[in-house]
C-alpha cells in the first residue's frame, strides 16, 4: 500500500511536470510543425539560473524573473531568427535547427554556470510530510503535483476560452486561413514558441525544486516525448492526457521493476503507438501525413 | 520543338501484344470514397489500343482520381473493376501497374530537385535498366552499357519534347511549364504501352500548349501507344483526341467523338453549371440520367441500363 | 512535317579529345582516395601520436558519416541511431572477445548483429516518414541503451567502468598508430568507393525519388520498401562495424559512452557537410571531431593563457550548434554547397571559362 501511495504521487508529480512540457512541445509543433529536441535544455536552463542565482545571494523572486524573461527570448528568438527560415524546407531541418540549438543551450550553459548541481528553494511551498492512508508523503512533491496540473488546466482554458488563445490554436491549426481571417500568424508562432520556452521554464523549476537540479533534467525533458505521442502530438488535451499517463507509468515502473527500466518501458510505449495508433489517443490524422 | 519525325519512337515503344477483340483497358463501375466524399461515383468506359482518350470536366469531377485508380495508388478506397488485356488489374501495386507498362505524368511534376533533367529522365527508365545495386558495385561494365543505352534514348527524346538545351541544367530553377515536359519526357522513356497524362498543358501558354498538342498527335501517329488523358484546353483535345469522355461528380457524363462531345449540350450545360448534380450525389442518389445516346449509339459495348 | 526514320541531331557536340579530357573521366571518388592516402601518408609521419590518434578518430567517424549519409542525406531517412548501432556493434565484439574468439572474427560478428538489428528496427520503419521515423530511431536509442546496461550489469566487475578488450596494434613500437591509420584508411577508401558507387545511376536515382516522392514512385517502378530496408540495413551494418573497430581502438567499451548526443552529431556531420554528399560526410565528420581538438589552439591563440579542457569542450557545442544552425538556414548545402558556388564564381572569370568549357564539352556526351 505504501508503494501504491508513494508512487501515485510521484507518478502525478511526474505527469504534471510532463503535462506541462508536453503542453510547450504541442504548442511549439502546431506553430511549425518542428518537434523541439532542445526542450531538455529549454528546462535545464532556467533551472540552472534560478539555483545559481539564488545560491549566490539573490532574492528568489529575482531569480525566478530572471530566467523567465531568458526563457521567453530564447523561444522568441529561436523562432524569429532561425524557424522563420526554415519552415519551407521540411520538416528535417526544422529538426535539425533544434539540434543546433540544443548543442549552444548545452554549450553556454557549460561556460556560463559555475556548477553542476543545484538546489531550489521556493519559499511558500509546505515543507514537511503528509499522511495519505496512512502512508507519509512528501508535502512539497503533493504541492508540485496539483500545481503543475493545475497550471497545465489553466493553459488549457486559456487556450479555449480566451481571446489569444483561440488565436494561437487557429494558427497552429491552419496557418493559412488562419492568416487570412486576420491574424498575425508568424506573431502567434512566435508567441506560441516563446509560451513552450516558459512552460518548459516552469517544469524545470518545478521539478528541480522537488528533486534537485542537473543535467539530468534533459532526460526527463526527452523522456516527455513518449507523452505527447501518446496524446497526439498536435493536441493540447492529449499533452495532458499522455503526460499524467507516462508519469504514471514511469513512477510505477521505478517502484515495482526498478530505476533502469523506465526508459524501456516509457520508450517501447513510444514505439508500440508509432506503429499502431501515429496519431496518437487525440492527435489529427494529418499529423501523420506531414 | 524538334516533332518533325519521330518514326524512331517506335523502336522505343512496346507493341502490345495482340489482345482478343476487346478494349485494351476497360473500366466498370469504379468507385472511391474519402471520407465522406465520393470522388468516382461509378465510372464505365473502355479504352481501345491506340485510342487516344481526353477525360474533361469541371473541376472536382474526379478526373486526377481516375488516373490514380489506374495507376493503383489508391489501395483501399477503391471498388470496381479495372481490366488490362482482359486481365484484372484494381489493387494491382503501382509498382506492378508500372511493370505491366503504364506510364503516367502529373499535374504537379515530382521532380527529383537537385539533379539535371537528363537524370530526371532516367528515373523514367528505371524498370528498363533492370540491373540491381550489386550490379552498380561490381558490374560495372554491364551498368555502363544499360546506362549508355538509356542514355541514348534519353537524348532522343528529349530532343523531341524541345529540351535538348536543358540537358545538363538543374530542374530546380526551371519554370513549371518546362517541368511538367520533363515529366512527360520521364514518362515516354520507358516506352509504355499506356501513357496517362494528367492535365499535361495546364499552366503552359498558348504557344506551349500547342507545342504539346504537336508532340501529342505525332507520338500518336509513330508509335501504338494508347493515351488516357486529362485535359481542361479543349483545342488540345480537338487536336489530338480521338475519343473524349466527360465526367461529372465522379461518373460519366458522356462520351464520343471530340467533336460529338464538346459540341453536346449536356457538356455544354455541365460545364456551365452542375449543381444539380452535385446536389443529387451529395443527397446519396444518383444523379439522373444526362448521357445523351449520341447518334443514336450505346457509348460503349456491354454497358448495363441507364441508372448511373 | 516531312517524315524521315532517322533520329534528329543531337544539339550537343563531342569536344576533342586529349589529356584534358581523360583525366575528367576519373571520377572523383578515386581522387578522393588518392588525397586521403596522401594525407595518411603525411600524418602518420609527421604528426605526433596524439594527432595520429585524432586523425584515426576522424576516419572512424568517416565510416559512420557515410553511413548515415546515405540513408539520411540521400534516401532521406531521419535516423538518431548512430549511438545505438555503434553501441551494439561494440557489445557484440567484446561478447565476442571474452569468448575467446580472435580478432577479426568479432568484427564480422558485430557487423552481422548490427545488420540483424538494423532489419529489426527497418521493417516496421517502412510505414513511418519524417519526424515518426526519427522518433522511432529515438526510441530505438534507448532501447539499445537498455540492452547494454542490462549486459554491462550482468558483470558487476564491470558495471561501473565497462568492458576492457586490448587495443589492436598496441605492440607496436609507435603504439600501433600507424598501423590503424592505414588499416582505417583502406576501409574507408573502399567505403567511400562502394558509397559513391551505389547512390547514383538507376540506385540513386531511385533514392532520391524515394527522399523527395516517396509516394510516387512506386509508378516509376521503384520497389520503395526494398531499397529502404536494404539502405537502413547496410547502413546499420557499416555503423556496427564501426562500432567494433572503436571498440578496438580506444580498448575500453561502457554504455555511457554512446549518448544521444552523439548521435546527434553524426546528423551534425552529414549537414555541417551537405546532405547527399559522399565528400560532405568525409569533411563534415573531420570539421565535427577535430574542432573540439581545434579550439584550445584557437583559444590560446586569441588568449596567452592556457585553456580550461571543459570550456572549449562548451565552445566546441556552442560552434556545432551556430554551424548547424547558420547551415540549415542559410546554406542548406552545407560545405560543399558553399565549395560548389564558390567553383562556380570562379569558373566564371573569363579565362577559366573557356578552358572549364572546352574540358566539359569533351567529357560529356
Redesign the interface.
Known amino acids: 500500500m505504501t508503494r501504491l501511495i508513494v508512487s501515485l504521487v510521484a507518478g502525478m508529480t511526474l505527469g504534471g511536470t510532463f503535462a506541462l512540457i508536453g503542453l510547450g512541445l504541442v504548442l511549439a509543433f502546431r506553430a511549425t510543425h518542428t518537434?523541439n529536441?532542445a526542450h531538455g535544455q529549454l528546462m535545464l536552463l532556467p533551472a540552472f539560473i534560478v539555483g545559481w542565482l539564488q545560491l549566490d545571494g539573490h532574492r528568489t523572486w529575482v531569480a525566478l524573473l530572471i530566467a523567465v524573461v531568458v526563457s521567453l527570448v530564447v523561444g522568441a528568438l529561436f523562432y524569429w531568427?532561425?524557424l522563420r527560415?526554415?519552415t519551407g524546407?521540411?520538416?528535417?531541418?526544422g529538426?535539425?535547427?533544434t539540434?543546433?540549438?540544443?548543442?549552444?543551450?548545452?554549450?553556454?550553459m557549460?561556460?556560463v554556470i559555475p556548477a553542476n548541481q543545484y538546489d531550489i528553494d521556493l519559499p511558500g511551498i509546505p515543507q514537511g510530510t503528509v499522511g495519505i492512508v496512512g502512508v507519509r508523503v512528501s508535502a512539497e512533491s503533493l504541492t508540485f503535483a496539483g500545481g503543475t496540473f493545475a497550471l497545465a488546466l489553466v493553459v488549457i482554458a486559456i487556450l479555449r476560452f480566451t481571446h489569444i488563445g483561440i488565436r494561437v490554436r487557429a494558427g497552429g491549426q491552419n496557418a493559412l486561413l488562419a492568416s487570412q481571417g486576420g491574424i498575425n500568424v508568424r506573431r502567434v508562432h512566435m508567441g506560441s514558441w516563446a509560451v513552450a520556452a516558459l512552460l518548459a521554464a516552469i517544469a524545470g523549476i518545478s521539478y528541480g525544486s522537488v528533486t534537485t537540479v542537473n543535467a539530468s533534467l534533459v532526460g526527463l525533458g526527452?523522456a516527455a516525448?513518449?507523452a505527447i505521442?501518446l496524446g497526439g502530438?498536435d493536441s493540447i488535451e492529449g499533452a495532458v492526457v499522455g503526460g499524467v499517463a507516462i508519469g504514471l507509468v514511469q513512477a510505477f515502473t521505478q517502484t515495482y521493476l526498478g530505476g533502469?527500466?523506465t526508459?524501456?518501458v516509457?520508450?517501447?510505449i513510444?514505439?508500440l503507438v508509432?506503429?499502431v495508433l501515429?496519431q496518437g489517443l487525440f492527435g489529427t490524422r494529418n499529423v501523420?501525413r506531414? | 520543338m524538334d516533332t518533325t519525325s519521330a518514326d524512331w519512337l517506335a523502336e522505343i515503344f512496346d507493341a502490345p501484344p495482340p489482345s482478343p477483340d476487346g478494349p485494351l483497358l476497360s473500366l466498370r463501375d469504379l468507385r472511391a470514397q474519402f471520407g465522406g466524399v465520393r470522388a468516382l461515383a461509378g465510372v464505365t468506359f473502355d479504352v481501345r489500343a491506340h485510342d487516344v482518350v481526353a477525360v474533361v470536366g469541371p473541376n472536382g469531377a474526379g478526373k486526377s482520381t481516375l488516373l490514380n485508380a489506374v495507376s493503383g495508388l489508391l489501395h483501399d478506397n477503391l471498388e470496381g473493376q479495372i481490366h488490362f488485356q482482359g486481365r484484372p488489374v484494381l489493387g494491382l501495386s503501382p509498382t506492378r501497374v508500372a511493370a505491366l507498362g503504364f506510364g503516367r505524368s502529373f499535374q504537379d511534376p515530382p521532380l527529383v530537385d537537385g539533379e539535371t533533367v537528363l537524370e530526371n529522365v532516367l528515373l523514367g527508365a528505371h524498370l528498363r535498366l533492370g540491373y540491381r545495386m550489386a550490379d552498380q558495385l561490381w558490374r560495372r561494365g554491364l551498368v555502363k552499357r544499360r546506362e549508355a543505352e538509356a542514355r541514348e534514348r534519353a537524348l532522343s527524346i528529349l530532343d523531341f519534347t524541345g529540351l535538348g538545351g536543358l540537358t545538363h541544367a538543374k530542374v530546380g530553377g526551371l519554370p513549371y511549364g518546362t517541368r511538367k515536359l520533363i515529366d512527360i519526357a520521364r514518362a515516354l522513356i520507358s516506352g509504355p504501352r499506356v501513357l496517362l497524362l494528367d492535365e499535361p498543358t495546364s499552366g503552359l501558354d498558348p504557344d506551349e500548349q500547342r507545342a504539346v498538342g504537336r508532340l501529342l498527335a505525332e507520338l500518336h501517329r509513330a508509335t501504338p501507344v494508347t493515351v488516357l488523358i486529362v485535359e481542361h484546353h479543349m483545342d488540345v483535345v480537338r487536336t489530338v483526341a480521338t475519343r473524349v469522355v466527360g465526367l461529372q461528380s465522379g461518373a460519366v457524363l458522356v462520351a464520343g467523338t471530340p467533336d460529338e462531345v464538346l459540341d453536346s449540350a449536356a457538356f455544354r450545360t455541365a460545364l456551365v453549371g452542375g449543381h444539380r448534380d452535385d446536389d443529387a450525389l451529395a443527397a446519396g442518389t444518383p444523379p439522373p440520367v444526362e448521357q445523351e445516346l449520341i447518334g443514336g449509339r450505346r457509348l460503349s459495348p456491354g454497358r448495363k441500363g441507364d441508372s448511373r | 512535317m516531312t517524315s524521315t526514320s532517322t533520329r534528329p541531331t543531337r544539339t550537343t557536340t563531342p569536344g576533342p579529345a586529349g589529356a584534358l579530357p581523360a583525366l575528367g573521366r576519373i571520377r572523383p571518388a578515386w581522387w578522393g582516395v588518392a588525397v586521403l592516402a596522401l594525407v595518411t601518408l603525411v600524418v602518420t609521419n609527421t604528426a605526433s601520436s596524439y594527432n595520429v590518434f585524432v586523425y584515426d578518430s576522424i576516419l572512424l567517424a568517416v565510416m559512420g558519416a557515410v553511413a548515415l549519409q546515405v540513408l539520411q542525406g540521400t534516401t532521406g531517412q531521419f535516423s538518431v541511431g548512430n549511438a545505438a548501432f555503434l553501441l551494439i556493434g561494440a557489445f557484440s565484439a567484446v561478447f565476442v572477445q571474452r569468448e575467446g574468439l580472435p580478432f577479426p572474427v568479432d568484427l564480422v560478428v558485430a557487423t552481422v548483429v548490427a545488420g540483424i538489428a538494423g532489419l529489426i528496427v527497418g521493417i516496421p520503419a517502412l510505414r513511418l516518414r519524417g519526424l515518426f521515423l526519427v522518433l522511432a530511431t529515438f526510441a530505438a536509442h534507448f532501447i539499445a541503451t537498455f540492452l547494454g546496461n542490462l549486459y554491462q550489469g550482468h558483470h558487476p566487475e564491470y558495471a561501473a567502468t565497462g568492458f576492457f578488450i586490448p587495443v589492436l596494434f598496441a605492440d607496436h613500437p609507435d603504439g600501433g598508430g600507424t598501423a590503424w591509420s592505414w588499416l582505417l584508411f583502406a576501409i574507408v577508401a573502399l567505403l567511400i568507393l562502394g558509397a559513391t558507387r551505389i547512390v547514383r545511376e538507376r540506385s540513386g536515382r531511385a533514392l532520391r525519388m524515394i527522399r523527395q516522392h516517396e509516394h510516387i514512385a512506386p509508378t516509376l517502378g521503384i520497389k520503395v520498401g526494398r531499397y529502404k530496408l536494404l539502405i537502413f540495413t547496410l547502413s546499420s551494418m557499416v555503423i556496427g562495424f564501426q562500432g567494433a573497430l572503436l571498440a578496438h581502438l580506444n580498448g575500453s567499451v561502457q554504455v555511457a559512452n554512446f549518448t544521444l548526443i552523439l548521435a546527434f552529431q553524426y546528423v551534425l556531420m552529414i549537414v555541417i557537410g551537405g546532405l547527399d554528399s559522399i565528400p560532405g560526410a568525409v569533411i563534415g565528420a573531420a570539421v565535427v571531431i577535430a574542432l573540439p581538438i581545434a579550439v584550445p589552439h584557437i583559444l590560446t591563440g586569441l588568449h596567452a593563457d592556457s585553456v580550461d579542457p571543459t570550456l572549449s569542450a562548451n565552445f566546441s557545442l556552442i560552434i556545432y550548434g551556430v554551424a548547424v544552425i547558420l547551415f540549415v538556414t542559410a546554406s542548406p548545402d552545407g560545405i560543399m554547397g558553399l565549395l560548389r558556388a564558390l567553383g562556380r564564381r570562379v569558373v566564371r572569370l573569363p579565362g577559366i571559362r573557356d578552358a572549364y568549357a572546352r574540358a566539359v564539352a569533351g567529357t560529356r556526351g
Open positions: 518537434f529536441f531568427l532561425v527560415r526554415t524546407q521540411g520538416v528535417m531541418m529538426i535539425i535547427a539540434f543546433g540549438l540544443a548543442f549552444v543551450l548545452d554549450g553556454v557549460g561556460i526527452l516525448v513518449p505521442i502530438m533502469q527500466y526508459d524501456v516509457s520508450y517501447g513510444l514505439l508509432l506503429l501515429p501523420v506531414a
